[in-house]
Each structure stands twice: as C-alpha cells, then as structure tokens.
C-alpha cells in the first residue's frame, strides 16, 4: 500500500521540528532564569550569538568576538544546563550528575544568564524588584551622569540605558511602556494595562532609566524624578531589567559571573 505524498510531508516536517534545538524552558530565547531549563541542544541565541549546551554535554558560546567552553565534552549524555538559586550556571548529565559549573554569588534567590547584545553571557542576581508589584515607592534621588542611548533589546533594559516616551519593552503578550502622558504601565495584550506607576500627566517627554544602583527611575524632560522603584542596592554595578513572558518585569544584578570575564 502506497503511503500518501502527504502523509510523507507532514512527518517530515514533525521529524525536523523535534531535531530543532529547543529555547530555555519558561521565557525568551535570549534569557535563562533561575527554574529554567536549557535541554540538550538547546540554546540562547541572539545577533549572531549562540550558547548552546551541545550534545557532546559540552557547553558553547559561539559568537564574532571570544567564544567560551565549558571544556565537558564527553562527560555525559543528556546533558541540560539551568541556574541555581545562587547564580551558579550548572550542567547535570540525563542521570542527574554534576559535570560543570560556573562561580556563584553569594545570596540565595532568582538569578538570570543574558546573552546580549555583545556577544557574552553574564549571569545578573539576585532580583531585587519586580512587577506588578504589592506596592510601590515614589519619589527618589536625582538621576546623574550622561545618558546612554544605545537602543535596548526588545525584553531587556541594561544600567544606565534609556526607554523614551511612546517606547517599550516586550516579551510575547507583556509590555512595558513608558506613555507620552509619563505613565510607566505593564500591560497584557488581553487584559490591558495590569500595573502602572500613576504618573500621569506629571510631566513632560519623559523616560524610564535603570541606574549602576538597579534602580528604576521616571524621569521628565527637566530631570526631575516622577517615580522610582525601591530604594537602590547597596551594591554598585552592572544590573539588568528583564520583561519575561509569565507576567514579571525583574530587575536582576549586579552581574556575578560572564563569558567575558
């Protein structure tokens, strides 16, 4: 019996889409957090980047610049990589086993390893603020230094990048947005605006900064601060705001380990 050019088509098709390496469990392609799971052959990927944990078990950035190793090539099958609740990038065979990992921070919580858009994976923790949010803090300190304009990811604001009025951050149904009316609202494509910081109409071209302290600020045109997120981290360095696609916008950091490094 002949089986039907159709037939042959359509498990063609379902047999190339399961040989595809699969994106991080739970959030975008770009991001691994804390509870996600990155399977054999799975990879983050952005511009050209890839860090994928091969199936060889050996974990690989390629990129235009210094790639990166893991140097566990035959140490198991099945190999998965995910991010311990201190920082730590771990690799664990199918049978469980410990072959890698990377240094960790020191506090227990959320973290997440970003490939951006230099081509390096850090690993940024652990979050300090989120939203929605139980309750929020207005008011806070003057925002100083230059701004750098460098155009964000789409899901993701760096220290002391800028989003501007009618701009926004975006992870599959999630956005967060700062309005022309100086509103920073998260909103669900079907629900509407979820959370908002009630700033409306208190200024004038503003636009949304995270500073070196992880601090989110909304500031207008005059420089003066509408709103602020909690107050900033002792810590001074490199943080991260990730728009991730259950419903959160976190700030992670500083960052404790990178490719880079």
Not at 69 to 84: A, E, P
Request: hydrophobic content about 35%; charged content about 15%; glycine content about 10%.
């Amino acid at each position: 019996m002949e089986v039907p050019r159709a037939l042959i088509a359509i498990s063609l098709v379902s047999l190339l889409l399961l040989l595809l390496p699969c994106p991080s469990a739970a959030n975008e392609g770009n991001i691994l957090a804390t509870g996600d799971v990155l399977p054999v052959d799975g990879q983050l990927s952005y511009a050209g980047s890839v860090f994928v944990i091969q199936d060889d078990c050996n974990l690989v950035l390629y990129n235009n610049a210094n790639g990166f190793q893991s140097n566990t090539h035959g140490f198991g099958t099945n190999c998965t990589l995910t991010v311990s609740d201190h920082g730590e990038l771990v690799i664990k065979t199918g049978t469980g086993g410990k072959v890698w990992s990377s240094p960790g921070g020191s506090k227990k919580g959320n973290y997440a390893a970003v490939l951006a858009p230099d081509g390096q994976v850090s690993v940024f923790g652990p979050s300090i603020w989120s939203i929605p949010a139980r309750s929020s803090k207005s008011g806070g300190s003057a925002v100083d230094g230059e701004l750098n304009t460098i155009p964000p990811v789409s899901n993701l604001l760096f220290s002391s990048q800028v989003v501007y009025d009618n701009s926004a951050l975006r992870s599959r149904d999630y956005k967060l947005e700062i309005t022309e009316y100086c509103n920073l609202e998260f909103s669900k494509a079907s629900e509407g605006v979820i959370w908002e910081s009630k700033t409306k109409g208190k200024g004038r071209h503003c636009f949304l900064r995270l500073d070196h302290r992880g601090q989110l600020a909304v500031v207008d045109d005059g420089y003066r601060v509408l709103w602020s997120s909690r107050p900033p981290a002792a810590e001074e360095g490199n943080y991260v705001l990730v728009v991730e696609i259950h419903g959160q916008a976190v700030v992670y950091g500083p960052a404790v380990w990178s490719t880079g490094s």
